[in-house]
């Protein structure tokens, strides 16, 4: 019996461990969703490709909306550069999250009303949201 349990608590350890690792590299597969997405709009820019920077705008945004779900707890262990301060300041952390996704929206929306002029400062922007993340809960 005492085996039994034993072998139980291990499997649900190494359970709980496969969907850990799941979890972080569907994250990092999200964030190189984003670079891959702000490299097409900064060429879509002087291009003057406004649906293409709207569309990958969005894509930013629906990422940043949904990326707090990727950080469950117990997923700062493993193959990752995530920093165990996001669970101990998870409302900073979404609040974060929050200013990229605005970020990405109003450059989605500039591109809509083709403010050409603005765009490279949207960017900028958004960028900046990116890294703001990534200095306090990144390694
Ligand atoms: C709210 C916080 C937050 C925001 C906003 C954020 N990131 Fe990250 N990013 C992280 C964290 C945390 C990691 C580490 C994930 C890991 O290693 O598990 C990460 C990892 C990455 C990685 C490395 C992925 C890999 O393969 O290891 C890239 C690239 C990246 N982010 C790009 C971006 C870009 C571009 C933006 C903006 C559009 C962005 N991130 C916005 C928190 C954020």
Same mark, same amino acid.
């Given at each position: ?31 190189? +969703?984003?670079?891959? *997405? @702000?490299?097409? =709009? ?9 649906? /293409?920077?709207? !569309? $990958? ?20 262990? +493993?193959?990752?550069? *995530? @920093?165990?301060? =996001? ?9 974060? /999250?929050?200013? !990229? $996704? ?24 958004? *960028? ?12």
């Amino acid at each position: 019996m005492r085996i039994y349990f034993s072998i139980l608590a291990i499997s649900l350890c190494l359970g709980v461990t496969a969907q850990a690792a799941d979890v972080i590299s569907e994250r990092k597969a999200g964030f190189r +969703g984003n670079v891959a *997405a @702000l490299k097409i =709009i900064k060429a879509a820019i002087p291009a003057g490709d406004t649906p /293409a920077i709207a !569309a $990958e705008a969005r894509k930013v945004a629906d990422w940043s909306s949904r990326m707090i779900d990727y950080f469950p707890e117990g997923s700062g262990e +493993g193959d990752t550069k *995530a @920093l165990p301060n =996001i669970w101990t300041e998870f409302d900073d952390f979404t609040a974060l /999250a929050k200013n !990229a $996704e605005n970020a990405a929206v109003e450059l989605a929306m500039m591109a809509d009303k083709d403010e050409m002029t603005s765009l490279g400062k949207g960017l900028g922007k958004l *960028a900046g949201t990116c890294k703001a993340c990534h200095q306090r809960f990144k390694e």
